[in-house]
C-alpha cells in the first residue's frame, strides 16, 4: 500500500514542476468592462440592470466600447453574447428578452436588427430600485452585431455565447467562419446552449468550446482516472473551465494538470468559485481570488472585473517578475 500510494504521488505531484517566470495568466473579460450587480439570489430569469451596484465607470456590458476598454485593461479575449434575428444577423446582447435594460419589449432573438439597432441599452440600468436610471438615453444605437465587433476589433479574440438553444444558431455561425477564415482566427471559443455549439464544433473541428454538459463529463470522468495519467476524450481539443474552489481535487494540479490539458490541445479556464444554483459567469474577482492562483499561471483567468484584473494580477503575485502576458505588462 505504501509503494502504491508513492507511485501515484510521484506521477500526479507537482512539487517538483513549476510554471515558467516568463508565462503570466491570461484573461478573459466577461461580458468586456460592464456594470456589477448584486450576485444574491439570481435566477436565470433575474434582471440585472435593475440591480446594478452604484457605478464606477460609464462602460455597458456587450457593446463596442466595453470591449475596447476591456482590451485596453489587459484582456486576452471578451467574452460576449449573441442572438440570431429573423433576418440573420448575430446580435450582441445577454438577455432573452429586450424589456430588462432596453426601452423595446419583445424576445430578442424574434426581433429584426433594424429594430434592435435603436434600443437605448442603457434605459433600464438602476442601482436604487428605480429612482434614478444613470445610463438612459446614453446607449441609444450601441447594440453591435457581431459583424460590427470583428470588424471593429480585427485583432481581437473572442468568446461567443450562445444564448438560445437553437441548432440554428451553429449551423449559421459555422458556415460564416467557412466562408471568412479571418473571422474564424478571432474565435476564441464557443460555449452556451448545447445545440448550436455542438453544430459549430461538429462544422469547424479547429474550433474549440465547452458546454455545461461537456464541462462535467471532462472533469468528473478525469476524477476518477486522471491518476493514471490518462486525459479523457471529453477534455481533448476543448476549452476546460475550472472553478477554483475545486481545483485542488484535480490530479496533478496545479502544473501537471496543466501540462496534461496543453498536451491534449486543450487551455485551462480557471473560473471562480462554483456554489449550488451559479450559473457558470462567477469570476476572479477579488485579491483574495487572485492569490489562489498558482504563482505564474499561464492558463486563462476569467473575470468580471475587467478593470481591476491588472492591480490585483500583480499584487496577488499572479505575475511573475518576467511575465509577458497583457495583464502584467
Not at 134 to 148: A, N, T, Y
Request: with cysteine; glycine share 10%.
Amino acid at each position: 500500500m505504501l509503494a502504491i500510494t508513492a507511485a501515484l504521488w510521484l506521477a500526479n505531484t507537482s512539487a517538483f514542476m513549476s510554471f515558467p517566470d516568463i508565462d503570466g495568466p491570461r484573461v478573459i473579460a466577461h461580458r468586456g468592462e460592464h456594470q456589477l450587480f448584486n450576485r444574491a439570489g439570481l435566477t436565470h430569469d433575474t434582471c440585472t440592470a435593475t440591480r446594478i451596484l452604484p457605478p464606477t465607470h460609464g462602460f455597458l456590458e456587450n457593446t463596442l466600447p466595453s470591449m475596447r476598454a476591456a482590451f485596453e485593461a489587459g484582456a486576452d479575449v471578451v467574452e460576449l453574447d449573441v442572438h440570431l434575428t429573423p433576418d440573420k444577423v448575430f446580435a450582441v446582447l445577454h438577455d432573452w428578452t429586450l424589456d430588462c435594460r432596453t426601452n423595446l419589449t419583445g424576445v430578442t432573438e424574434d426581433t429584426p436588427f433594424a429594430a434592435l439597432k435603436t434600443a437605448d441599452v442603457g434605459y433600464g440600468y438602476t442601482a436604487d430600485g428605480g429612482q434614478t436610471f444613470p445610463f438612459r438615453g446614453k446607449g441609444i444605437g450601441m447594440l453591435p452585431s457581431l459583424d460590427q465587433v470583428f470588424a471593429t476589433f480585427p485583432d481581437g479574440h473572442f468568446l461567443v455565447n450562445f444564448k438560445s438553444r437553437r441548432i440554428e444558431e451553429g449551423t449559421v455561425l459555422a458556415a460564416r467562419l467557412s466562408a471568412e477564415p479571418d473571422r474564424e482566427r478571432q474565435v476564441f471559443g464557443v460555449y452556451g446552449g448545447g445545440e448550436p455549439t455542438t453544430a459549430t464544433l461538429a462544422a469547424r473541428p479547429k474550433l474549440r468550446g465547452y458546454t455545461a454538459a461537456s464541462v462535467r463529463a471532462c472533469l468528473l470522468t478525469y476524477l476518477k482516472v486522471g491518476w493514471s495519467g490518462y486525459v479523457p476524450q471529453d477534455c481533448r481539443n476543448t476549452l476546460v473551465p475550472v472553478p477554483i474552489n475545486y481545483a485542488h481535487l484535480l490530479w496533478g494540479w496545479p502544473q501537471r494538470f496543466y501540462a496534461r490539458m496543453q498536451a491534449a490541445g486543450s487551455d485551462v479556464i480557471v473560473i471562480g468559485a462554483y456554489q449550488k444554483g451559479d450559473f457558470g459567469s462567477s469570476g476572479i474577482d477579488t485579491l483574495a481570488d487572485w492569490t489562489q492562483l498558482p504563482a505564474h499561471f499561464p492558463g486563462y483567468v476569467w473575470t468580471n472585473r475587467i478593470e481591476d484584473a491588472r492591480r490585483l494580477a500583480k499584487q496577488s503575485g499572479a505575475c511573475g517578475p518576467e511575465a509577458k502576458t497583457r495583464i502584467c505588462r
